[in-house]
């Protein structure tokens, strides 16, 4: 997700370009915000405290329950929350999307197998994956 070292770069060459703002400062203006890097960041943040939100019929729902608190924290101090979300990826990013594919089946087996096992400490390593 992103480009790793980015804000190194920035920091190196801009550094007047980074900037921590207060909420406050923002009331009453649009705020962009990555749904992507979001949602992300949700569900693997759910993830490491070891259980996720789900429906009845087993679907997470735990990164669109936090997305919805991010939200209304916003509106609530008077932010205007714009969710901007990935296009199409460029075609020289295919074997990147295909190296991750494989690494998320690869999880997905390693943690089935630790489940099975009953290997709770095995288990939390996959879920944090």
Request: net charge positive; charged share 25%; no cysteine.
């Amino acid at each position: 997700m992103g480009i790793k070292g980015l804000k190194q770069v920035i920091a190196d060459r801009a550094p007047f370009a980074l900037r921590t703002v207060e909420m406050s400062h923002l009331v009453g203006r649009k705020v962009a915000v990555d749904a992507s890097t979001s949602l992300y960041q949700f569900l693997v943040a759910v993830r490491s405290e070891g259980q996720n939100l789900m429906t009845s019929s087993g679907q997470t729902t735990s990164h669109l329950v936090g997305l919805l608190y991010r939200t209304v924290n916003m509106l609530e101090n008077g932010l205007k929350p714009i969710y901007v979300f990935d296009g199409t990826p460029p075609e020289m990013k295919g074997g990147e999307l295909e190296k991750r594919r494989e690494k998320r089946k690869l999880a997905q087996s390693s943690l089935q197998a630790a489940e099975e096992e009953g290997d709770a400490e095995e288990i939390v390593k996959q879920m944090k994956r």
